[in-house]
């Protein structure tokens, strides 16, 4: 868990990195480009990601492409499988809901924008899209969230 200064922080130069977008952007020793921000943005995904939140979740996966792309999928014990991607330029707004324990992130695209796609369902496959993806969280406090969404918006104006 990170302390509540070092996210601050975090959350200031990843506002700076906003607003300056460039390759890179150096504040001191601390230096973010695309891949750092990819980094700490799918490690954000992995660490807080709440698997209890669904009941028979065998597996899940998180991806922030350097192409920029959010992917996410779930695998149930039942072999089904549920695919969530969109490009973050499509990126609008997020909205989390819920508390520091436990949450629903709420990610919002201009339109419908989000590939959902399910596999293996008995109940029969189905492509769409929307203009939101839900991922369930835990252990988000106020400043994690507002550094994940500087981090989403920078990699939605990085090139």
Same mark, same amino acid.
């Given at each position: 868990?990170?302390?509540?200064?070092? %996210?601050?922080? &975090?959350?200031?130069?990843?506002?700076?990195?906003?607003?300056?977008? %460039?390759?890179?952007?150096?504040?001191?020793?601390? *230096?973010? =480009? &695309?891949?750092?921000?990819?980094?700490?943005?799918?490690?954000?995904?992995?660490?807080?990601?709440? *698997?209890?939140?669904?009941? &028979?979740?065998?597996?899940?996966?998180?991806?922030?492409? =350097?192409?920029?792309?959010?992917?996410?999928?779930?695998?149930? #014990? +039942?072999? &089904?499988?549920?695919?969530?991607?969109?490009?973050?330029?499509?990126?609008?707004?997020?909205?989390?809901?819920?508390?520091?324990?436990?949450?629903?992130?709420?990610?919002? +695209?201009? #339109? =419908?924008?989000?590939?959902?796609?399910?596999?293996? =369902?008995?109940?029969?496959?189905?492509?769409?899209?929307? +203009?939101?993806?839900?991922?369930?969280?835990?252990?988000?406090?106020?400043?994690?969230?507002?550094?994940?969404?500087?981090?989403?918006?920078?990699?939605?104006? #990085?090139?």
């Amino acid at each position: 868990m990170i302390t509540s200064g070092f %996210a601050r922080l &975090k959350s200031l130069l990843l506002g700076g990195a906003v607003l300056s977008v %460039a390759s890179g952007f150096t504040y001191g020793s601390y *230096h973010l =480009d &695309k891949m750092s921000a990819i980094e700490w943005g799918s490690r954000c995904f992995y660490q807080n990601f709440d *698997h209890l939140a669904e009941a &028979k979740l065998k597996g899940w996966d998180f991806k922030l492409t =350097d192409d920029s792309f959010l992917r996410f999928r779930k695998t149930y #014990a +039942t072999g &089904k499988q549920e695919y969530y991607s969109f490009n973050l330029r499509s990126f609008k707004d997020m909205d989390y809901l819920g508390n520091v324990s436990r949450g629903m992130l709420r990610i919002r +695209t201009k #339109a =419908d924008d989000v590939i959902v796609q399910t596999f293996n =369902d008995p109940k029969g496959n189905v492509d769409s899209m929307s +203009t939101t993806m839900r991922i369930p969280l835990r252990d988000m406090s106020a400043e994690r969230v507002d550094s994940l969404f500087n981090t989403l918006l920078y990699l939605k104006n #990085a090139r």
